[in-house]
């Protein structure tokens, strides 16, 4: 039987998400998939943007395969663009977005993409229409063969969430892949755990064995992705405490020191410590 909204579980918010003004006219929703999909599918997620003006919309980037189905109304018309599949990427996710339009996603969890042909590193920072992927399954690809407007969270997880299904019925869990997914979910949990040494030994590995592993099934390496939970944590403490002590939080993170800290921060989210804690000041007043 099909859950209706007010059945389907939401998602936990959102971590990573930068740079947005609270003024925005953006619908963010996610909701979790039907329980035989988790296993695999951490959630699906749903962006909606009516604009008088541009904005910027930024992100920092998750070690997860998304797919995703895009349209935007364009002189009047709904125009839809082909289906994507999209790799682990490496930089912050920049994209100026104008008018109105939608993006539905599928967000894969770490470890949890079956149909590879070769190591996920080498689909990193890649985003290929979903048609031109033989290795996908026609399930999935079919969806592709025909210009596709969807029109809310509900309506696309209506559509996917059997193509998923059929997409996946007989592929068996790996145990490496799953040993290697939940490791990479204890990292985004345990804001402790900075260092690959430590999770080399949470997954009773030795570090070079844990390296390949992760780049086999996860795209990017044990050091990238502490890298990027410890800047989601840092940022989303940021936004929650502007004032906080850089000093302090680079020490909380596992930082040598705080000049380390604010060069990894600028260099992924794209501005200082001390001008992203500004931005998010000045949110934080524009709200009350």
């Not at 910027?56 to 599949?85: K, M, N």
């Not at 209506?158 to 193509?163: G, H, K, Q, S, V």
């Not at 405490?241 to 000093?247: F, K, R, V, W, Y």
């Amino acid at each position: 039987m099909e859950r209706g909204r007010a059945e389907r579980e939401t998602a936990p918010p959102p971590r990573g998400v930068i740079g947005r003004s609270p003024d925005a006219r953006i619908e963010h929703q996610r909701a979790l998939a039907a329980e035989p999909l988790r296993a695999r599918v951490e959630h699906f997620w749903w962006v909606a943007w009516s604009l008088e003006a541009p904005l910027v919309a930024e992100t920092l980037p998750h070690p997860s395969f998304h797919l995703t189905f895009e349209h935007q109304r364009e002189a009047g018309r709904l125009v839809a663009r082909p289906p994507e599949l999209g790799g682990v990427p490496r930089g912050r996710f920049v994209r100026r977005l104008e008018g109105s339009g939608a993006v539905l996603g599928v967000k894969l969890r770490p470890a949890m993409m079956p149909w590879l042909p070769r190591a996920a590193s080498a689909f990193v920072d890649r985003v290929e229409p979903l048609e031109a992927l033989a290795w996908v399954p026609s399930a999935l690809r079919s969806i592709a063969r025909a210009p596709l407007v969807i029109g809310s969270l509900d309506e696309g997880v209506a559509l996917l969430e059997p193509r998923l299904a059929e997409a996946l019925e007989g592929i068996p869990l790996e145990d490496t892949a799953i040993e290697l997914r939940d490791l990479v979910e204890r990292a985004a949990r345990d804001p402790s755990i900075v260092r690959v040494e430590q999770l080399a030994s949470l997954a009773r590995l030795d570090v070079r064995t844990l390296q390949r592993r992760f780049a086999r099934f996860v795209g990017v390496s044990p050091k990238w992705v502490l890298r990027r939970y410890r800047l989601h944590e840092a940022a989303e403490r940021l936004k929650a405490s502007p004032e906080i002590g850089l000093a302090q939080l680079a020490a909380e993170l596992g930082y040598a020191d705080q000049a380390h800290f604010a060069r990894d921060f600028a260099a992924v989210v794209g501005r200082t410590p001390s001008a992203f804690a500004r931005e998010a000041a000045a949110a934080r007043a524009e709200i009350r």
